[in-house]
């Protein structure tokens, strides 16, 4: 079954969910998504039931977007859409229970909320359905930018000429923590929750 046939197929089973627009969104090519993806994306939100905005499926660049294995978005509360997203460890525990081979949780997204029109900070998600290697999938992670002094970057650095750096943090499939090796920073979940709070607080 091609891509095309396989997401009339879904919104015939599930609705709506996803629009064809939405699936192409930033010159995505519905064509190039492989079948295995949309059938994920769809199943994964028909089981959860949360609103969800689409930033990324297919893309014209190297990698898993590239192959059509991978989508990333950005959740919200019930009754909530583009005005409250999920907080992040809600995020990451809805995104890890679903199988897929690769999450990555970005903290350092953004959106414009539809009641104050404003930019505000957003966690983001990326979900994958690549095989890759043994050694390289399934992978969990999670990632945010930091500044050139090497503390956490605030948005209008991130948005503004200051020179900022993303970070990723790999877990651990040992204990469960999540690794930087360059840096030589490691952190829990929960203080990867407090890592949270404090990029609001430096937002404000």
Avoid at 144 to 161: F, H, M, R, V
Avoid at 167 to 179: P, T
């Amino acid at each position: 079954m091609n891509s095309q046939h396989a997401l009339t197929e879904l919104m015939e089973i599930y609705g709506a969910l996803f629009t064809r627009s939405e699936i192409g969104i930033r010159g995505g090519d519905v064509s190039k998504t492989k079948p295995a993806l949309l059938q994920n994306m769809y199943k994964e939100r028909n089981w959860h039931g949360y609103p969800t905005f689409l930033s990324s499926v297919w893309r014209d660049v190297d990698g898993v977007h590239g192959w059509g294995e991978a989508v990333d978005q950005i959740l919200f509360k019930k009754g909530g859409y583009m005005r409250q997203p999920l907080h992040p460890l809600h995020l990451w525990t809805l995104s890890t229970a679903w199988p897929w081979m690769g999450v990555g949780m970005y903290l350092d997204w953004r959106y414009t909320n539809r009641d104050d029109g404003k930019i505000h900070r957003t966690p983001g998600i990326h979900k994958d359905i690549h095989q890759g290697g043994e050694r390289s999938r399934p992978l969990r992670w999670v990632a945010w930018t930091l500044n050139s002094n090497g503390d956490l970057a605030t948005l209008k650095e991130i948005q503004g000429a200051s020179q900022t750096r993303r970070y990723f943090f790999y877990q651990s499939n040992e204990d469960g923590k999540f690794y930087n090796a360059g840096l030589g920073r490691q952190y829990s979940l929960s203080a990867i929750m407090e890592v949270w709070n404090r990029l609001n607080e430096i937002d404000d």
